[in-house]
């Protein structure tokens, strides 16, 4: 019920231009995933959704096995059903929310026992739990339960995370049972390639049909994050979607494409979109800032998005008057950019200038060479 | 560029089928038009308000002029452009919103001297100046300034008030210069019958494009509105509009339909959808209620709104999680079920099958007849 097909590599770099096909249809990749964490983009109806190009979105298994829960969520059609979205979801195995918005009270191999952030409640989820929930949820792609450390740390304690988080991908893999649910990995090992590197082969040697870079977007520099990626990736199988978990920036996802990664995810551009920040090929703009006061002008020339059939003083006006309607189309207006730049970017992989697209972007944007 | 088209009366009541034609296009009446009040209507996209079904909506220029000012909006393109709305707009004069939101400091005949609710600055406006602003936000329809009081309220100072609504009717009549804006007068009066009906005749002798009735759904019981309706609008000419202000419920729209009114305006379905409320036939569902949780049905059957192309169980669930589509699918369910409600009310009286219909929607709603 999966298959991934892998059609070109841009010549001048390792960046891919691939069709992942899933039960509820077809990813054309690299891809961008908007997040619905809670069965919802933030403020998007579907069928805006779909305008801004999406394909595929990613929702939270933290959030949902909390509110409302998997078994309601199951009984009320699975996520695709819940949500009425028909395309395909991935669900993430709720490691970075575990050791971020909840409080972790005790990690043995066994399991993580945590406070849940909406009313502290102490609860349990081993490797097996994370794919019973993500099961009971019926999404697509499934990710593993990883134990995620925060960076910088000592070498000891990311090694053994590390460690923990292979075993943990070997227990996901033998519970997992439902054949239309594909099952991903995830590498950690912090900023030590050495160990990214052996994480990744004994990852690899336990076949999984898709493979993530985890841990990567939590502090370090954009530099360190292209190091690890551009050791990590080459160990990854050829033959599976690559996927950066949680990244990023416009710039970013340029230089993830260019490294071989094939899908990313992001909370950056509904959740800029909402404090007033636009995402444009001449940079972010601020739409609070006053010289957009008067300003007819669309937020970007040939942008096909509902934002930008209005003014940028109209915009500054809906911020300015607290309306729902700013952060709804600056929203709108930053997932289709994101989506625009992925289209762009595969059309730049089949002709093999993907490397002239990603300087022009990044020159655009007034950044370095990465 | 303005006409009234009177179609029909229903054999059994006063309710009238109706066209209102304008610059920016035709109104079917019944209409109810829904508040953008900030120049949108909150949470609804552009395509999203159109597939409710309005056809025209209400703007507020007291919140317009005080931001982004009018001068900005008419330099932004007036209301159509600012907003993107191509379809009629109407304007209220800010009459409602001086007494209500505002601090009135002071009123003459000359003008009112109020403190502005957002930065406490002391303004003042006039009749002519009322005219003034809402011909430079180019709506279609503007409305005369009127002196609104609260109720129930010393005789005296509503006669005091409804006499200087006249004179002000009059200076805003002389002060109108665009032949692209209608001006309707507004009848005030309180909940005095003889008030009403002086008023009405003498704002028919200065021959207004339209009428409306203001000052009520402000705290009197229904009954008395229907009163004050039945003896009111029999007074206003019958080849002009007949516009109910701020009005209201369900069944309000109904029974004032029956008395022969043309036009509403009201927040209702939009602030009661933010509030997790949703209208149907079978009367008012609040959505954060337990009952829902697990429910797999829509809100309504029928119901061609996108709300309706979820479960309730999944509403609920935005709700408790205060994802932003809860208040906005609501809103839209809210929307749709009014256009609906009018639509059918048009067929009906068109069938001279009002009153069954209105009976029929009662009884749904568990309403005594009114």
Redesign the interface.
């Known amino acids: 019920m999966f298959s991934f097909h892998l059609h070109h590599i841009d010549a001048c770099s390792a960046a891919r231009r691939a069709t992942f096909c899933t039960p509820h249809g077809a990813v054309e990749m690299p891809a961008f995933m908007p997040v619905a964490t809670?069965?919802?983009v933030?403020?998007?109806?579907?069928?805006?959704l779909r305008g801004t190009g999406a394909q595929m979105v990613l929702a939270n298994t933290y959030?949902l096995a909390l509110?409302?829960g998997e078994t309601?969520v199951r009984?009320?059609?699975g996520l695709h059903?819940?949500?009425?979205w028909q395309g395909p979801i991935l669900t993430d195995s709720g490691g970075f929310q575990l050791f971020s918005l909840a409080q972790i009270s005790k990690v043995t191999d066994e399991h993580a026992v945590f406070r849940s952030h909406i009313d502290g409640r102490l609860l349990e989820i081993s490797p097996e739990r994370a794919v019973a929930i993500q099961e009971a949820l019926g999404s697509d792609v499934a990710m593993v339960l990883d134990h995620v450390v925060e960076l910088p740390n000592q070498p000891e304690i990311v090694r053994e995370a590390t460690e923990r988080t292979v075993r943990w991908a070997a227990r996901c893999r033998a519970a997992s049972r439902r054949n239309d649910q594909a099952l991903f990995a995830i590498v950690q090992g912090g900023l030590d390639v050495e160990l990214r590197v052996a994480c990744a082969r004994q990852l690899r040697a336990l076949d999984f049909a898709g493979y993530a870079v985890g841990g990567l977007s939590v502090g370090e520099t954009p530099a360190q994050m292209y190091d690890i990626l551009e050791a990590t990736v080459p160990e990854l199988p050829a033959d599976r979607p690559r996927y950066l978990m949680g990244v990023g920036r416009p710039q970013d996802l340029l230089e993830a494409v260019r490294r071989g990664i094939d899908l990313f995810d992001c909370v950056m551009p509904t959740r800029n979109g909402r404090n007033s920040m636009a995402f444009t090929d001449a940079g972010p703009m601020r739409l609070r800032n006053l010289q957009y006061?008067?300003d007819?002008r669309p937020l970007a020339e040939g942008c096909p998005c509902?934002a930008c059939?209005?003014?940028r003083?109209?915009l500054r006006?809906?911020f300015?008057?607290r309306?729902?309607?700013g952060?709804?189309?600056l929203s709108?207006h930053n997932l289709t950019y994101y989506q625009r730049l992925l289209a762009d970017a595969r059309a730049a992989i089949e002709a093999d200038r993907f490397e002239d697209f990603r300087r022009g972007k990044l020159r655009g944007w007034g950044k370095d060479e990465g």
């Open positions: 809670q069965g919802s933030k403020g998007l109806e579907l069928e805006q959030h509110r409302p309601l009984d009320l059609g059903g819940f949500m009425g006061q008067a007819p509902p059939r209005r003014s003083g109209y006006h809906l300015m008057a309306e729902m309607l952060p709804i189309l709108i």
